[in-house]
């Protein structure tokens, strides 16, 4: 099946720093990916959709300035959450829907990663 | 207002049993469903979908049922096994424009 590789799957990093997070698909080319956030015991949270070679769009409530994507290639979107503090502590989620219609309207996930903001 | 739900939070089931998962939508765009498992501290993994042109789709284990006409769909699984015991997140798109999932449904598969 379709691979999504995303790292770090954990990160932790001081108030006030900024940290990124990478987003692969490795066997297939993804136009779109999404980036998604998840509160303990809730469910997951659309943050933005990752166009390649455009701006992301982000949905309401998000913080363009804040959190950062860039989706440069067919199979890469990055996420930087900026001045990161103690409340952007997560487990963030991308996912990523292949170009190839064959595989249907199917997303596949990554592993995720843990944040923690000290 | 939620596009997807899952009226239950949780579930148990006794080993061997069948579970079954419900899922109800409102968005009459929606022409394609997904289920997704997730454990702890990890990402989803798909798990089965289903086209608004069918009504079944089975897979080994998984089998999932859409009604259109109530915009229902249910997961069934049958015999459940304790490795199910997972979060199940029920997902509906819109020719592949929006993604919609709904709050998940906790399954606990008990020996």
């Known amino acids: 099946g379709a691979v999504v590789s995303q790292h770090p799957s954990w990160v932790i990093c001081k108030s006030g720093t900024s940290v990124k997070i990478e987003c692969r698909s490795l066997d297939f080319q993804a136009t779109t990916m999404f980036w998604y956030r998840q509160f303990p015991k809730q469910s997951l949270m659309l943050m933005a959709t990752?166009?390649?070679?455009?701006?992301?769009?982000?949905e309401q409530g998000v913080e363009k300035d804040k959190f950062l994507i860039n989706h440069a290639s067919l199979t890469l979107s990055t996420l930087t959450v900026t001045s990161a503090h103690p409340e952007d502590s997560s487990f963030y989620i991308c996912?990523?829907?292949?170009?190839?219609?064959?595989?249907?309207?199917?997303?596949?996930f990554g592993a995720g990663t843990r944040l923690s903001v000290l | 207002d939620q596009q997807v739900k899952q009226n239950s939070p949780s579930l148990s089931v006794q080993e061997g049993r069948i579970s079954i998962l419900n899922c109800d939508y409102t968005?009459?765009?929606?022409?394609?469903f997904l289920w997704y498992k997730k454990y702890p501290a990890e990402g989803p993994t798909f798990l089965i979908s289903?086209?608004?042109?069918?009504d079944k789709n089975e897979d080994g284990r998984f089998t999932v049922f859409l009604n259109k006409s109530a915009k229902h769909l249910s997961l069934h699984i049958v015999p459940s096994q304790p490795g199910d015991s997972a979060v199940y997140f029920c997902?509906?798109?819109?020719?592949?424009?929006?993604?919609?999932f709904g709050p998940g449904t906790r399954l606990s598969v008990l020996p």
């Open positions: 289903i086209s608004s042109i069918k």
């Open positions: 996912s990523a829907s292949p170009t190839n219609r064959e595989s249907g309207n199917i997303q596949y």
């Open positions: 990752s166009n390649e070679g455009s701006k992301a769009t982000y």
């Open positions: 997902a509906a798109s819109d020719y592949g424009q929006n993604f919609v």
């Open positions: 968005n009459s765009m929606f022409d394609y």
